[in-house]
């Protein structure tokens, strides 16, 4: 089943800076979907898009069969609802533990029992290694540990599509594996994932299908194997091959 | 000087003088902390509508960023005066420890939306986004994330002002307020010496802000210990 459509859009940052051109694609449920492609080449800006960050200037957003309308508060908010996003730099709000970080979404915003976003949010923190951090802030914590607090954050929130916005990009190497580590968990809980990454290997270990993006389009969409062995275009092959041997 | 200093110390230090001396620090004290209180809150108010993303409160918006130009450009003594007799003119009796107080308000909260403001901007763009994408409305987005991590630039420059604003009080004095400088000036149309009676006048000024300042500064130092690995991180991601 189709949980996420769009359909030709275009986003722009100032009408002479336009980020995204016609871009088209469907998501099925459950589906784990990997974007990638040179840096500025509009990946994020899908993201931004799909969370309302960034309006966009024409086309349209379909998610479980109802389009979004951007101008309406409300559908944005049931948007939302249906999501969550992970950030390149983490985003954990500085004033609050660990554990408030997780459960302050789910107790402040969807209202749900207390006792109850507790015990699911120290369940996700386990999950993410983070047994014995409940109490931290996150300036005390590494960059890892700060991203794996950040999944836990979004997981909290229950959401039906998790869009990871190059979580691993702003870590230093040895922090990658466990954050890798940790969405490769995420992986099997059927949730739809959106990923943008720069992980190559990662990206096709874990991914259902590859969207290659240049210049605000879509270059290339396929299976893993299709897009890293037998890529179609040429601006495909290209990247793949530089990445490669990098 | 001395002697004079001598001969009048015993008709000066007299419990009777000192409760004075203490109505018109308190009185002092009560004014600004009245005032900047209340212009504290005003502050907060004005800030969340004067940042507010909603398109219909533009003219609203205006008008409060007309208010702060302004208010921040008057006189403390102009705008006294002002309160005064455009009170009595609409036929409201209001005491004159009252029309202090309402002047501080008006100045003080022009000013402190302004500190407000910064502190709030000061906070990295990224909470906000955070926030928004999971479904805090603005409201919760300054109440749990944005006000808390805004202290840490929020006190210092308010503290100061606080403490600015102590000494300014001195100038509701020319209306006829029974503060601290109106007490100084009593003590010296009655013969005291005016170095014993500015000088006291003085030593309590000092005396109310010196505590404060140390308050401020100690206030200052554990928000910035609380935040500092906070500070370094919004460094970093801004490069």
Known sequence: MTQLEINGLFAEYSPSLPILEDVSLKIETGEIISIIGPSGSGKSTILRVLVGLLHPSQGHVIVNGTEVNYKSPSALKSMRDTMAMVFQQFNLFQNMSVLRNVMIAPLKIKKEPEAEVEARAKEYLEIMGLGEKFDAYPDQLSGGQQQRVALARALALRPKILLLDEVTSALDPEMVNEVLDAIRVLSTKGITLIIVSHEMAFVREVSDRVIMMDDGKVVEIGTPDEIFTAAKTQRCRDFISNIIQH | ?239
């Open chain 2, 1 to 239: 000087m001395i002697q004079q200093f001598i001969d009048q110390a015993p008709i000066f230090f007299t419990l009777n003088n000192g409760l004075y001396w203490l109505r018109a620090l308190m009185t002092t004290l009560s004014m600004a902390l009245i005032g900047c209180v209340v212009g504290f809150i005003f502050g907060f108010v004005l800030v969340y509508f004067r940042t507010s993303p909603i398109p219909w409160l533009l003219p609203l918006r205006a008008l409060l960023i007309a208010y702060v130009e302004i208010f921040r450009r008057i006189p403390f003594l102009v705008l006294t005066f002002l309160i005064l007799f455009a009170s009595r003119g609409f036929g409201f009796q209001l005491s004159l420890f009252w029309v202090a107080c309402v002047t501080i308000v008006l100045i003080a909260t022009a000013y402190i939306a302004e500190i407000i403001r910064a502190g709030i901007e000061a906070v990295h763009r990224n909470q906000w986004e955070c926030a928004d994408v999971m479904n805090f409305s603005r409201a919760r987005t300054m109440l749990y994330v944005i006000v808390p991590q805004s202290w840490v630039f929020i006190v210092p420059p308010a503290f100061s002002y606080f403490i600015m604003f102590i000494k300014e009080t001195s100038l509701t004095s020319q209306i006829g307020t029974m503060e601290l400088m109106s007490a100084g000036k009593y003590f010296n149309s009655i013969g005291i010496s005016p170095l014993m009676a500015y000088g006291t006048c003085l030593l309590l000024y000092f005396a109310l802000s010196y505590p404060l300042t140390r308050l401020g500064r100690r206030i200052e130092v554990r928000l910035k210990n609380r935040f500092k690995g906070n500070m370094a991180t919004l460094r970093a991601s801004d490069q």
